[in-house]
């Protein structure tokens, strides 16, 4: 047993679960508040935008947004799936046509089912077995890796639950959640302060959760079901996918009418995989910290901030991706030249973390169209004058990017 795993004095406890006063978790509003503001403002424009481009391209939005989400929430955890496994299960529950469309994947499509129904049936009550129906949707073969775990319940082990890193006899722990036998009564009282403080529909008469800031709620939850650690694997994406069902349930208290689609359009999962290290940081400060969590509430909603601001972007290329097809419409591309422009709008720009590997080149352009090398040269100089692409370089270094102002594309492999 290594010192950190040790059991503690209730007099000096070492993790939040064992402060005196848990699970009463307290925040500063004076210090959010500036944070909380600004929070609202990204939030009122990126709802502004998607109500501004109809109906249509916002579920276009939607599953980019979803499947960028999707993928992150993995990547945390160190899975990885294909973009366009995700992408394709996305389209599906959307109900948007998927020319790539791939065949589905047990575990993607697991991901995707919890993250659909913590957004999408965010009105539904949430109880301990929605919770183990999340979870063995995460594992459908009942193992993580290879190795067994248990499924569709709470953990029941005897050995410490722990955050580890470091190798082999030589490990740090970072946090120790509670035992397994404590769970089952920590996680009552977690679904029930979840459901007391739920905002009230619109128009229904104000509950308990009017006094709780929807924002504030998706961090507190997230951290205090982070901090129960209740299942045997999976606890960081069904602790997203909390965040993410309290802000669809602000979203939805906040807003007149229903949303035009149902999925996470936040991007916080993204932004934690971003700043992965911060991320951790700020977890482990709280559940090693005393009930005063407001620094890491302040973290939470800046990430949400970060993440508003990148939907944003996501929905500006969704609206230069429209214009650009218009423009070749009216510029008369050939259905080879279709082709390959179209593969360079599905890419994106760089910016936001797409783009098209190596840049556009001959060779590449004879792959994807299918056609000969003079043929190709004669396509690019063509959409080249025009304006459809730009070109840079000369010879073999002779690079072509989509002319969408303001996307770049990376100029060498």
Known sequence: MTPDSTPHSPSRPRYLWQQPDW???????????????????????????????????????????????????????????????????????????????????????????????????????????????????????????????????????????????????????????????????EMGRFLAWFEATRPAAPGAPSGSGAGVNGLVRAALAHLWFETVHPFEDGNGRLGRALADMALAQDLAHRQAAPQPFSAPIFGVALRMLVNRGAYYDALNAAQRGTTDVTAWVLWFVQTFVQGCIASQAVVRQVVDKAAFRVRMVQAGVNPRQVKVLERLLAAGSVELGGGFLGGLTADKYTRLASTSKPTATRDLADLVAKGLLWVSGQGKATRYGIAVPGWTQPAVE
């Open 23 to 185: 699970p009463a978790l307290v925040v500063d509003g004076a210090v959010l508040a500036p944070a909380l503001e600004s929070a609202r403002v990204e939030q009122g424009r990126l709802l502004g935008l998607l109500d501004a481009i109809g109906l249509v391209p916002a579920q276009e939005v939607a599953r980019d947004l979803w499947a960028q989400e999707a993928l992150a929430t993995a990547q945390i955890e160190g899975q990885r799936f294909e973009l366009q496994a995700v992408r394709s299960s996305v389209a599906r529950r959307l109900g948007l046509d998927d020319a790539a469309a791939s065949a589905p994947d047990r575990s993607v499509e697991g991901l995707v089912d919890v993250m659909q129904d913590a957004v999408a049936q965010c009105a539904a009550p949430l109880d301990a077995d929605r919770l183990w129906r999340w979870q063995s949707a995460l594992f459908p073969g009942g193992t993580s890796g290879i190795q067994r775990i248990a499924v569709g319940r709470w953990r029941d082990h005897a050995d410490p639950m722990q955050i580890v890193s470091g190798p082999l006899g030589r490990e740090v722990v970072h946090y120790e959640a509670p035992p397994s036998r404590q769970v089952a009564a």
